[in-house]
């Protein structure tokens, strides 16, 4: 399977190009950053701490590749999945912070050429919390409140994150809520907690590779359902299970949960 990385440079990017050299069925084609990039010639390799590949940094998507992974920026990401449209390359996207404008573009015009796979958490744990948190939702009586607690490093860029919005999704979803009910932390007077709220508070300290918890509580008793990752080489084993799921599928928009079923 023939790979280019997009957001190479970065730190998911270069654990990527660590866990491609290691799979026995991967190949790296091309490793992509945006123009003007200081890292540009570089040897991506050498970049990720793996050994010399010949294969360059670049911004020009060459190679060949029969998937692109992307771990960068929304920018970034649009930029790439127009040409991945256009060159027929199937697309791993593990991206956060896209709008869903940006999502609503990537399912209505890069899906319909090429199958993509959009995941905001590529762990198999995570993917498992998000039916776990469900489960609960769905299955506890009324009068138990729903907060939802993540936590990263401090260069992160985007709060909350993806898989904390993901999971507030489905929450309400199970719960029979409108979205409107979400909260963004909280701050001041703001009143007693309202039943239906669910709030999403996020942590940015250290080196915290992630951490999400979702609580139901009530009187009495808490619930706490939580996965924490200790490196992010669990989001690279999972990218490319991704990214070997898609070969030969259909052009369309999916997901984690059509990798593990």
């Given at each position: ?13 270069r ?24 890292r ?5 390799g ?9 294969v360059?940094?670049s911004s ?22 127009r ?81 904390a ?5 489905r929450l ?12 963004h ?35 009495g ?40 079923a």
């Open positions: 399977m023939k790979i280019a990385v997009n957001g190479a440079a970065g730190t998911m990017g654990r990527l190009i660590g866990a491609i050299i290691q799979a026995d069925d991967c190949e790296l084609v091309a490793a992509l950053e945006c123009a003007g990039h200081p540009l010639g570089q040897d991506a050498k970049l990720a701490g793996v050994g010399k590949l010949g360059a940094m020009e998507l060459d190679g060949g590749p029969d998937v692109l992974i992307d771990f960068s920026l929304p920018e970034g990401t649009m930029l790439r999945a040409e991945c449209a256009e060159r027929r390359v199937a697309m791993v996207i593990g991206t956060t912070g896209l709008s869903e404008e940006q999502r609503a573009s990537i399912e209505a015009d890069t899906a319909t050429r090429v199958p993509v796979l959009v995941a905001p958490n590529m762990s198999v744990g995570v993917n498992l919390l998000f039916c776990l948190a469900e489960l609960a939702a769905g299955a506890l009586p009324a009068g138990y409140d729903v907060e939802i607690v993540e936590s990263h490093h401090r260069r992160k860029v985007d709060a909350p994150s993806g898989t919005l993901e999971l507030a999704r309400c979803g199970a719960l029979g809520r409108s979205e409107d009910v979400l909260l932390g909280r701050q001041g007077r703001v009143g007693r907690r309202t039943a239906e709220e669910i709030a999403i508070h996020a942590v940015r300290a250290g080196d915290i590779v992630g951490e999400h918890t979702v609580l139901f509580a009530t009187e008793e808490r619930i706490e359902l939580t996965h924490r990752a200790s490196s992010r080489d669990v989001f690279a084993r999972g990218a490319l299970e991704a990214a070997r799921f898609l070969l030969g599928k259909p052009p369309r928009l999916y997901s984690m949960a059509d990798v593990l």
